[in-house]
């Protein structure tokens, strides 16, 4: 069995290894053979072997409680004290198991997809950079290094978006990400520092014991926890925050499939879920109903997308709020079930859509056709018989996003849906939970089986390009596979093979913990409301999935309904989803262009009053009395007195040179005799 | 060891220390220089033979019992020794007379002084240094002098560059032999030989002996290389450029004859005697038997040793009649480029296995 | 880096494999032996001729013999060796032309000449010999000759003739004389008068 | 015993030491310096260093000597045996390094020198690894720096340009 | 020879041999070697106040260093003897006086 040790050794093992790749890579890859690809692969291997080690490890224990800590002081500064460690319990393990997973499948996924990529080993060496920044804010056991971690992610991501920096709209969908997630984290490090100045403490178990004993409270807790909640927001895209993920996507895609699905979007939830137990009662609330909001409005975004990733963008962006929402309700552990889940079956889309794009690409390069774009869905269609394996996976991804029974998907959403349902029963008032929940469920499936059909089945849209079509190699379609097979319920829900339960490993091992703020409704609980709603929520969700599912059949394959039609129809709606609700734009009109306006004119005072008359006019005084001493100092002081020392050494130099023999054994014997002076002297 | 039993034996006697000392000395050396012409003797035939053997010859068949063939010539050697030692001792015209007659001593003392510490069982072993391993090691360079004394006496340019060879192959692939040894000297803790034995008792997985060499993958290598090592500083073939025959006529010895020669070549083979001596009690378990437990008291070690050595010397003579000479930049390339990383990633590995299942 | 390796596996495999040779050849040496132990063992003569009779090689040069029972000491031989390897006794013959059984002293020669002398030492060093042949040619009972060729009637040819000890190279051809048989024969000393 | 072989061992250890510094020959003087560092091992031994003493050999003469030695030749025409080699202002010299001595052999007879009785320690080795490896680590690594310095520097000034 | 003061004439006596060595020979290498004689005495010092002071230990620590600093220093000298030897063909250091004015 693994011991405490063995765990921290690992833990180090797996936090720094990719580290080192990175390091490698940024400064030799290059000159590596093969770029050094080879040693991030080595490293995430090795990773993912110690991590599925640490899982294994897991089940043969078998034990819910496990919790393993281990710190070391970082800063000692008297009264003040910085530690920094590792706080390994079973969540740790499986979301270390989920970032190694990802993690590796991108990397061997980008092996043929990033193939002569013009920064091959740089990109390598981000993606090495991410692994070990998430792997950290997985491991931390305290609030500032899971700060710093978390500001790590967002600079790797900022990297990745950014990797083909030479298209104008990557470079600015980089830097859009990394200043949107600065907003969210600046209230992140406000919750931080509340805590702090509170309770004394960073670290997380410290803090919880600090708000059970009360020594915060009140308003104050619940600001703080929003605060917390805040960097959530902006690292999981939860609404307002959103805007940057669709636009991420610039990025390769499977940057995007490892960060914008499954790893570095999860950060945020995983927060929420490690911090679950200090947020206060009007805290969960706000975050219920961000998080219930953000799922039905991207869902309703998605619906109208046509660029193949964007739809998965805002797909994912409604997941993530569907496991906010859960956290905001209290069920916290479906949220991360929902995480693991979703990260299987998202990564796998995102891969698969990678797949698609590729062909595409390689067919449009074919034909020396660089217009028309390869990830619009509607040049599209017919996929199917062109890339089986890729249209099996994906499908296999597709029903279980959409809570299709027997795969993962379902258990997790099931598990959600019971939550908002139980608690709406528990809190009549907040029945928008529940609704927003089950309709962002039925919408997801319609979108997500739009997305299905319109790629894969019905007629070529662009016979042309059909024809290049091909199936990707064996590097891609091996992470296609393995995923999708991973997105089979039975993987969740083991030793137990009901598929409609979710009873399994999963909610023997990791178990809700009770909340550490008075007043909270305890885990039993909550999962008491669970309980009592779960058929009445898992009837409702097949309902509502079997309804999306049917709407898009007829629309899309059967052509029974015009979309074009519906979307008349729906005028306004339809309008406002396709532009995505014009988030950017009033961003832009009413945020950044009045703020522009204030820079400028702070930067006239700056350059043009301040700099001008007072930082210049101390220049000219400068240079006048630099002038008057610089005639004193060469005309009067270095004539008579540097110059005369100088020639009157000159003068001794020519006198003393005549002891200058150049034969070494002389000097020797000049110094030796000087020593027996010396000598005599001292002895005298 | 059989020197301080000699003193404190012959302190019960009575008290006459300086005699006691003196007696010790010669007591314990004299067996010491039979081993060392009985080994040459011993393995001057055996190599003829076995080169013989190897090139489908029979090698010396007429001297030996009944002065006649099919009797394997087992006094071959006795007479080439007898013809050494009347042959006439040339000194020539030119050379530094001084130095060309104390050369062969310094090589000589070299090897003697190497051979004191050689264990060749529990108890019989001449010297028991603290220090064993490093020691050896250490008196080994002395012969390099006077291989270096030799071939600049002798004022003759092949004595002289097969005596530059010699001195920067000896020197040079003392390094990964040092190296490779430390890697039982690691495992054991100790530079002492007959602790280095005494760490290498037991069996290793139940069926091997314990021996330091089956410990673990590292010390493995380091035989290798320590042993092939030891092949290039006793300059025996495919590492014997310095007195490369068909270039040099014969290195340093060109000039030497008879007597001064005998002594070359008994030092010569008592190296190839010391060195694997030093391998068999790092890396072989010294005077251990092959069968843990079994037969491994008393006079079983003296066989057990001296059968382990004579099997190295018996490799090294396979060695030496299967390949050819290398060339000089060849065999540098294989001590600073292959050798070298190699021992040290050893050191790095067993310090790693030592911390991890030591 | 990789060549490096698998340089250093080349190297391991190909000294394996011809140390494996090696010990083969070593431990099937009764096998593989090429060694003749040459005085005890030798290659067996070639059953045919090398392209015309013996007889008529006349050139041969191996060993010479010497007839004793037709040698009537008449020192011709002695004389024409250029290396004076030859060395011949004689002693007087109390009676010309008879035989001494004793001594196994034939009278006459196979040519019936009558002998004068009892040849008591016939030796010739064959480690001197330099094959010239110019002691059959004086011979006037062609008693003394080169062994095969022409010869090869009277003596099968020998050309390997070697010994451990360089005296056993002194061919004795006369009959084994004692010192008494030898002092029996001599003619008593005239005593010399006072 | 161990009285006389002290005096012997100080007689071949200064004996060879002056033929190093007198020898007109210089290989003498090479040949000489290797009797007086076995000489200075056998004091060595008396001091109860084995281990010191094994390096000395080691370094000394497997080492510095051989470089000794290598120099000599690779910096002669060594077609004749004998390197001759003078000496300069030997008077001067020898009147300078007499009053050194007799200083420092005063300074040696009249200091009331602290003599402590101390055992012969069963193992030096492990002890001075120790030591090396706790109190002088860093003077230990800063030697190892200080080899490694040197080696690429005799290195790069003995090649050949090219 | 159980005293210290034994020791410490025998290192005073290498001494001054070796630094006579070096103040008077002319050639390189022999200079080297009374550095070396030099060096050899005062590891004899190191060895003996280890052995009869309070040195203990430290004293052996000492003399592995001054043997490492021998060794390097051989090194280099030799080196520079040589590239000496190759720019001005000989090593004799008084016919190598650059350094005069």
Same mark, same amino acid.
């Given at each position: 069995m693994i011991t405490g040790n063995i765990i921290t050794d690992f833990s180090l093992l797996i936090l720094f290894l990719p580290l080192v790749a990175f390091t490698v890579n940024i400064f030799f890859g290059k000159r590596l053979p093969r770029q050094g690809d080879w040693v991030s692969i080595g490293a995430i291997l090795i990773t993912l072997i110690l991590s599925l080690s640490m899982l294994l490890n897991m089940f043969m224990n078998w034990d819910p409680d496990f919790s393993h800590e281990a710190k070391f002081i970082w800063m000692d500064l008297g009264a003040f004290k910085i530690e920094l460690g590792f706080w390994v319990d079973n969540i740790t393990i499986v979301m270390l198991v989920v970032v190694s997973l990802i993690s590796s499948m991108t990397h061997i996924f980008s092996l043929e997809y990033m193939k002569g990529d013009i920064r091959y080993s740089r990109y390598y060496a981000y993606l090495g950079l991410f692994t070990f920044s998430m792997n950290g804010i997985v491991l931390a056991n305290n609030l500032i290094s899971l700060y710093i971690f978390w500001e790590l992610v967002g600079v790797s991501s900022y990297l990745l978006i950014a990797h083909w920096f030479e298209k104008p709209s990557a470079a600015a969908a980089g830097k859009k990400a990394f200043l949107t997630n600065r907003v969210g984290d600046i209230g992140f490090f406000i919750g931080i520092m509340l805590m702090f100045t509170a309770i004394g403490s960073f670290n997380i178990q410290e803090v919880f014991t600090g708000v059970s004993q009360g020594l915060i409270g009140g308003s104050l807790l619940t600001l703080a926890g929003v605060g917390l909640f805040m960097g959530a927001v902006g690292k999981s895209s939860q609404f307002p925050l959103h805007i940057w993920l669709p636009d991420a996507m610039e990025g390769p895609t499977p940057v995007s499939a490892l960060m914008h699905a499954a790893t570095m979007v999860a950060a945020g939830v995983y927060l929420t879920v490690r911090l679950f137990p200090l947020f206060s009662p009007d805290a969960l609330l706000v975050i219920a109903y961000v998080g219930g909001f953000t799922a039905l409005f991207a869902a309703s975004i998605a619906i109208t997308q046509n660029d193949i990733k964007k739809v998965l963008a805002y797909s994912t962006v409604s997941q993530l709020g569907y496991m906010i929402l859960a956290v905001g309700v209290g069920n916290y552990i479906a949220a991360f079930f929902h995480l693991l889940t979703h990260a299987m079956f998202k990564?796998?889309?995102?891969?698969?859509?990678?797949?698609?794009?590729?062909?595409?690409?390689?067919?449009?390069?074919?034909?020396?056709?660089?217009?028309?774009?390869?990830?619009?869905?509607?040049?599209?269609?017919?996929?199917?018989?062109?890339?089986?394996?890729?249209?099996?996976?994906?499908?296999?991804?597709?029903?279980?996003?959409?809570?299709?029974?027997?795969?993962?998907?379902?258990?997790?959403?099931?598990?959600?849906?019971?939550?908002?349902?139980?608690?709406?029963?528990?809190?009549?008032?907040?029945?928008?939970?529940?609704?927003?929940?089950?309709?962002?469920?039925a919408i997801t499936a319609f979108y997500m089986f739009r997305l299905i059909f319109m790629t894969f089945h019905g007629e070529a849209k662009m016979p042309k390009v059909f024809k290049g079509i091909h199936e990707s190699p064996r590097?891609?379609?091996?992470?296609?596979?393995?995923?999708?097979?991973?997105? #089979?319920?039975?993987?969740?829900?083991?030793?137990?093979?009901?598929?409609?339960?979710?009873?399994?490993?999963?909610?023997?091992?990791?178990?809700?913990?009770?909340?550490?703020?008075?007043?909270?409704?305890?885990?039993?609980?909550?999962?008491?409301?669970?309980?009592?709603?779960?058929?009445?929520?898992?009837?409702?969700?097949?309902?509502?999935?079997?309804?999306?599912?049917?709407?898009?059949?007829?629309?899309?394959?059967?052509?029974?309904?015009?979309?074009?039609?519906?979307?008349?129809?729906?005028?306004?709606?339809?309008?406002?989803?396709?532009?995505?609700?014009?988030?950017?734009?009033?961003?832009?009109?009413?945020?950044?262009?009045?703020?522009?306006?204030?820079?400028?004119?702070?930067?006239?005072?700056?350059?043009?009053?301040?700099?001008?008359?007072?930082?210049?006019?101390?220049?000219?005084?400068?240079?006048?009395?630099?002038?008057?001493?610089?005639?004193?100092?060469?005309?009067?002081?270095?004539?008579? #007195?540097?110059?005369? #020392?100088?020639?009157?050494?000159?003068?001794?130099?020519?006198?003393?040179?005549?002891?200058?023999?150049?034969?070494?054994?002389?000097?020797? *014997?000049?110094?030796?005799?000087?020593?027996?002076?010396? *000598?005599?002297?001292?002895?005298? | 060891m059989t020197v301080d039993m000699l003193i404190d034996w012959f302190a019960t006697l009575g008290d006459f220390p300086v005699l006691a000392f003196i007696l010790a000395v010669v007591i314990s050396g004299i067996p010491l220089f039979l081993v060392m012409a009985l080994n040459a003797m011993v393995a001057v035939y055996v190599e003829r033979k076995v080169s013989a053997f190897m090139m489908d010859r029979l090698g010396p068949m007429g001297q030996g019992p009944g002065l006649h063939a099919g009797k394997w010539g087992l006094l071959q050697t006795v007479a080439d020794a007898i013809k050494l030692l009347v042959k006439e001792d040339t000194v020539p015209e030119s050379s530094d007379k001084i130095l060309f007659k104390m050369a062969p001593f310094i090589i000589f003392i070299g090897a003697f002084l190497g051979l004191a510490a050689v264990p060749f069982s529990q108890t019989l072993q001449v010297v028991d240094f603290n220090v064993g391993v490093f020691y050896i090691i250490a008196v080994g360079s002395i012969g390099v002098i006077g291989i270096v004394m030799a071939g600049w006496a002798s004022n003759n340019k092949w004595s002289l560059y097969g005596a530059m060879r010699s001195a920067a192959q000896i020197i040079s692939y003392e390094i990964p032999a040092g190296l490779s040894i430390i890697v039982p000297v690691m495992m054991a803790g100790t530079l002492n030989l007959q602790e280095l034995i005494h760490y290498q008792s037991g069996t290793?997985?139940?069926?091997?002996?314990?021996?330091?060499?089956?410990?673990?993958?590292?010390?493995?290598?380091?035989?290798?290389?320590?042993?092939?090592?030891?092949?290039?500083?006793?300059?025996?073939?495919?590492?014997?450029?310095?007195?490369?025959?068909?270039?040099?006529?014969?290195?340093?010895?060109?000039?030497?004859?008879?007597?001064?020669?005998?002594?070359?070549?008994?030092?010569?083979?008592?190296?190839?005697?010391?060195?694997?001596?030093?391998?068999?009690?790092?890396?072989?378990?010294?005077?251990?038997?092959?069968?843990?437990?079994?037969?491994?008291?008393?006079?079983?070690?003296?066989?057990?040793?001296?059968?382990?050595?004579?099997?190295?010397?018996?490799?090294?003579?396979?060695?030496?009649?299967?390949?050819?000479?290398?060339?000089?930049?060849?065999?540098?390339?294989?001590?600073?480029?292959?050798?070298?990383?190699?021992?040290?990633?050893?050191?790095?590995?067993?310090?790693?296995?030592?911390l991890i299942f030591g | 880096m990789a060549k490096y390796f698998a340089n250093i596996y080349d190297t391991v495999n190909t000294l394996w494999k011809g140390m494996r040779i090696t010990w083969r050849h070593m431990i099937n040496i009764k096998r593989d032996n090429v060694t003749l132990q040459y005085p005890e063992e030798r290659w067996p003569r070639p059953e045919r001729n090398i392209g015309f009779e013996h007889a008529d090689y006349n050139v041969i040069r191996s060993r010479l013999h010497v007839d004793i029972d037709d040698c009537i000491g008449c020192l011709k031989c002695e004389r024409a060796?250029?290396?004076?390897?030859?060395?011949?006794?004689?002693?007087?013959?109390?009676?010309?032309?008879?035989?001494?059984?004793?001594?196994?002293?034939?009278?006459?020669t196979s040519n019936d000449t009558r002998k004068a002398l009892v040849v008591s030492r016939f030796t010739i060093d064959m480690s001197e010999c330099c094959y010239c042949n110019l002691c059959a040619y004086p011979c006037p009972e062609e008693c003394i000759f080169m062994v095969g060729g022409p010869n090869n009637a009277k003596h099968d040819i020998d050309y390997e003739f070697s010994e451990f000890n360089r005296n056993d190279l002194i061919y004795q051809f006369a009959k084994s004389i004692t010192k008494e048989q030898k002092e029996s024969l001599q003619p008593p000393k005239p005593k010399v008068e006072a | 015993m161990a009285e006389f072989t002290f005096w012997i061992v100080v007689g071949i250890t200064l004996g060879s030491a002056f033929m190093v510094v007198q020898s007109k020959n210089l290989v003498y003087s090479a040949y000489a310096l290797l009797f007086s560092f076995i000489g200075v091992t056998g004091l060595y031994v008396f001091l109860w260093a084995d281990f010191i003493a094994v390096v000395q050999v080691v370094v000394y003469v497997g080492g510095i000597l051989i470089l000794i030695i290598f120099g000599i030749m690779l910096t002669n025409k060594i077609t004749s045996v004998n390197i001759s080699h003078a000496s300069v202002q030997k008077k001067v010299g020898a009147v300078a390094v007499l009053g050194m001595a007799f200083l420092l052999g005063y300074m040696v007879i009249s200091t009331p020198w602290v003599t402590l009785a101390n055992v012969e320690p069963a193992e030096t080795t492990a002890a001075i690894g120790r030591l090396l490896m706790m109190d002088y680590l860093l003077p230990f690594e800063v030697a190892s720096l200080l080899l490694l310095g040197a080696l690429i520097g005799a290195t790069t000034l003995s090649r050949k340009e090219d | 020879m159980d005293s210290l003061t034994n020791y410490l004439f025998v290192s005073v006596v290498l001494f001054a041999l070796g630094l006579y060595g070096v103040i008077t020979r002319r050639n390189g290498v022999a200079v080297l070697m009374g550095v070396e004689l030099i060096l050899n005495s005062a590891n004899i010092n190191f060895l003996a106040f280890a052995r009869f002071g309070g040195m203990n230990m430290a004293g052996h620590v000492f003399a592995l260093f001054v043997i490492v600093l021998a060794a390097a220093e051989a090194a280099v000298a030799l080196a520079i003897i040589i590239n000496i030897f190759n720019n001005f063909h000989t090593i004799n250091v008084d016919d190598v006086s650059e350094l005069k004015q």
């Open positions: 990564a796998c889309l995102f891969y698969g859509s990678g797949s698609v794009i590729h062909a595409m690409h390689h067919s449009l390069h074919e034909l020396d056709d660089h217009d028309t774009d390869p990830q619009d869905m509607r040049n599209m269609g017919g996929f199917k018989s062109k890339m089986p394996i890729t249209y099996l996976t994906m499908t296999i991804a597709t029903l279980a996003i959409s809570g299709v029974p027997f795969f993962s998907g379902f258990l997790s959403k099931d598990a959600i849906l019971a939550g908002s349902l139980g608690f709406a029963q528990h809190y009549p008032q907040h029945f928008l939970l529940p609704v927003f929940g089950f309709g962002a469920a590097v891609m379609t091996f992470p296609l596979m393995l995923l999708s097979g991973l997105s #089979i319920f039975i993987f969740y829900t083991l030793p137990y093979l009901n598929p409609l339960s979710d009873h399994g490993w999963f909610t023997e091992l990791i178990r809700a913990g009770d909340s550490v703020v008075p007043g909270n409704p305890t885990a039993h609980e909550i999962g008491e409301g669970v309980h009592h709603a779960h058929y009445t929520a898992m009837a409702l969700s097949l309902l509502v999935a079997g309804l999306g599912i049917g709407l898009s059949y007829l629309m899309y394959l059967k052509k029974k309904l015009s979309a074009e039609v519906w979307a008349n129809k729906m005028g306004l709606l339809y309008k406002l989803s396709y532009n995505k609700y014009y988030f950017d734009e009033n961003y832009d009109r009413f945020l950044y262009q009045p703020l522009l306006k204030l820079s400028r004119a702070v930067a006239y005072v700056d350059w043009d009053l301040y700099d001008k008359y007072f930082i210049n006019g101390f220049g000219r005084v400068t240079k006048w009395l630099s002038f008057l001493t610089g005639r004193i100092d060469y005309d009067g002081l270095d004539q008579s #007195i540097v110059d005369g #020392i100088g020639r009157a050494t000159q003068g001794f130099g020519k006198q003393l040179k005549q002891v200058q023999t150049g034969r070494l054994q002389n000097y020797m *014997l000049f110094a030796l005799v000087g020593v027996i002076i010396i *000598l005599v002297i001292q002895t005298i | 290793v997985w139940g069926i091997l002996p314990n021996w330091i060499i089956f410990n673990n993958p590292f010390s493995f290598i380091a035989f290798f290389i320590f042993f092939i090592s030891a092949i290039a500083e006793t300059n025996r073939t495919p590492f014997d450029i310095p007195e490369a025959e068909s270039e040099l006529v014969a290195g340093w010895m060109t000039e030497y004859s008879g007597f001064r020669w005998a002594i070359f070549f008994l030092s010569e083979y008592a190296n190839m005697l010391i060195v694997s001596g030093l391998a068999v009690a790092g890396f072989l378990g010294g005077w251990r038997s092959p069968i843990p437990g079994l037969f491994d008291s008393g006079a079983w070690g003296l066989f057990w040793f001296m059968g382990k050595i004579a099997s190295l010397i018996f490799v090294m003579m396979w060695v030496r009649w299967t390949f050819p000479r290398l060339r000089v930049d060849q065999l540098m390339h294989v001590c600073w480029k292959v050798f070298i990383p190699i021992a040290m990633i050893n050191i790095f590995g067993v310090g790693i296995w030592k | 060796c250029p290396v004076d390897c030859i060395k011949i006794d004689t002693i007087k013959s109390p009676n010309r032309g008879e035989d001494i059984p004793e001594i196994k002293h034939t009278g006459t | - | -």
